[in-house]
């Protein structure tokens, strides 16, 4: 019938244009791949020497460093960005470059507090913001500078981390790296609060 080559001809111009828009897909997605992966080359080099050398522990001024950069490519703080990390911390435990796995674990960890941080700077949620956006290594003292001022309590500590916890995971994709590594970052918190309110317990 007149149909049938209308119909084929219909059907064969849909299959093309599926074809050139997923392959517009993959152009773009391999493109966010490496513009990621170039962002994550800048914050990195924020970091390093002047010979371009990495060596860990950072500094104070090296970790600010990194989180400025991370800041200044907020834009691009995105899923491709966090999937090149993993990759490149995989390819570096498996030839054995524990200072660049250290690094770019230290890249997501500041991701993480960027993301979580909120507005508020007092009571036991800004008490929280400002562990969040510490050093890790300053985490223990934080707590027990607020703690031994009064000002908190390990009940009220756990419930707002509970919180933050809850829209992590309702609020962000199920399954996704952007997920993953800010409820990783909230359970690394809590474990250290938890040890620290121990010690606390135990000396009063």
Same mark, same amino acid.
């Given at each position: 019938?007149?149909?049938a080559?209308?119909?084929?001809?219909r #059907? @064969?111009?849909?299959?093309?244009a599926?074809? $050139?828009?997923?392959?517009?897909m993959?152009?773009?997605?391999?493109?966010?791949?490496?513009? @990621?992966?170039?962002?994550?080359?800048?914050?990195?080099?924020?970091a390093?020497?002047a010979?371009g050398?990495?060596?860990?522990p950072?500094?104070?001024?090296?970790v600010?460093?990194?989180?400025?950069?991370l #800041?200044?490519?907020?834009?691009?703080?995105?899923?491709?960005? /966090?999937?090149?990390? %993993?990759?490149?911390i995989?390819?570096?435990?498996?030839?054995? %470059?524990?200072?660049m796995?250290?690094?770019i674990?230290?890249?997501?960890?500041?991701?993480?507090?960027?993301?979580?941080k909120?507005?508020?700077? @007092?009571?036991?949620?800004?008490?929280?913001?400002?562990l969040?956006?510490?050093? +890790?290594?300053?985490?223990?003292t934080i707590?027990?500078?607020?703690?031994?001022?009064?000002? /908190?309590? +390990?009940?009220?500590?756990?419930?707002? $981390?509970?919180?933050r916890?809850?829209v992590?995971? /309702?609020g962000?994709?199920?399954?996704?790296?952007?997920q993953?590594?800010?409820?990783?970052?909230?359970?690394e918190?809590?474990a250290?609060?938890?040890?620290? %309110?121990?010690?606390?317990?135990e000396? @009063?």
């Open positions: 019938t007149a149909e080559p209308a119909d084929k001809e #059907l @064969s111009n849909l299959a093309n599926v074809m $050139l828009l997923v392959n517009e993959v152009k773009r997605s391999e493109q966010q791949l490496n513009d @990621s992966g170039k962002v994550l080359q800048e914050v990195m080099s924020a390093a020497d010979n050398e990495w060596y860990v950072l500094t104070d001024g090296q600010e460093a990194m989180r400025q950069r #800041l200044d490519n907020q834009e691009q703080l995105d899923e491709a960005l /966090l999937s090149n990390a %993993f990759a490149w995989k390819k570096c435990n498996e030839d054995g %470059f524990d200072t796995a250290q690094l674990q230290k890249v997501l960890q500041l991701y993480a507090a960027i993301q979580l909120g507005e508020e700077t @007092s009571g036991v949620a800004g008490i929280i913001n400002e969040l956006y510490a050093d +890790e290594k300053y985490w223990g707590l027990q500078k607020h703690a031994s001022a009064g000002e /908190l309590a +390990e009940p009220a500590f756990m419930e707002e $981390l509970q919180r916890m809850e992590v995971v /309702l962000l994709q199920s399954g996704s790296y952007a993953r590594v800010q409820a990783e970052y909230l359970k918190v809590e250290r609060a938890k040890g620290v %309110f121990v010690k606390l317990a000396a @009063s």
